[in-house]
């Protein structure tokens, strides 16, 4: 079933042709227009030319630019989602791709029908975020405007994945309540995503990173968190 009447491009940067073009076959028999690039660079020039919707991105790629490094400096530049599709099962490198901004992360071997998934639940998240009450929010030192999607310090704005965004958005909506772990993951990552409860603790940790003292988010043990 088609997404959507109008194609939504997504780009697949991945080295093993096998794998791109499993990937191109489902996503197109979904309705994606879907473009191929083969290394870091192809995959950045693609994507500027491009603007897609969803980035698919292998990390092992050949040349100068792995996915990390590809990730890092698409995030640098643009809130484009991107999933990381890889070999690579440790979990340290899969906290990695978390704390660069993915928006999930998928082992190979993987099922291409689970990929095509996981993909629609990324954009329904995109699409489907709820408007606030209030445009802006200010909790602590932080200003929180949701029309423009940013989080500001004295007027300053703090550069944000769009994850990150949505959590902190999520927690301003729901000021002084304690949020477990699991009521983050549903109402930021959707109830349908796969992924486990320490992403919630990895965006955190990137949250207070680049927000600091001015975020006045605290850890409710054995709850999760509470803003303000």
């Excluded at 990730?71 to 809130?79: D, F, G, M, N, V």
């Excluded at 082992?107 to 629609?120: D, H, I, Y």
């Excluded at 992403?199 to 409710?220: F, I, M």
Aim: glycine share 8%.
């Amino acid at each position: 079933m088609s997404v959507s009447p109008e194609l939504q491009t997504v780009v697949v940067v991945e080295d093993d042709a096998h794998i791109a073009d499993l990937v191109d076959l489902y996503l197109r028999r979904e309705g994606f227009r879907v473009l191929l690039a083969r290394d870091g660079d192809e995959g950045l020039a693609l994507i500027g030319r491009e603007e897609p919707c969803l980035v698919i991105l292998d990390v092992g790629l050949p040349g100068s630019r792995d996915g990390f490094e590809v990730c890092r400096e698409l995030r640098a530049t643009r809130k484009t989602a991107v999933l990381f599709l890889t070999a690579r099962h440790d979990e340290t490198d899969r906290v990695v791709g978390l704390e660069l901004g993915a928006d999930d992360y998928v082992v190979k071997p993987f099922s291409p029908r689970e990929l095509v998934a996981r993909v629609k639940a990324i954009l329904r998240r995109t699409r489907d975020q709820p408007t606030p009450a209030q445009n802006v929010v200010t909790v602590g030192g932080v200003e929180v405007d949701h029309r423009r999607r940013e989080a500001r310090i004295d007027g300053e704005v703090v550069p944000l994945t769009a994850r990150e965004y949505d959590l902190l958005a999520f927690l301003s909506a729901n000021v002084g309540l304690a949020l477990s772990r699991r009521q983050l993951l549903h109402g930021v990552w959707g109830a349908d995503w796969y992924g486990d409860e320490r992403t919630v603790d990895v965006h955190v940790a990137q949250l207070r990173k680049k927000l600091g003292s001015s975020l006045p988010l605290a850890t409710v043990w054995g709850v999760g968190y509470r803003l303000g």
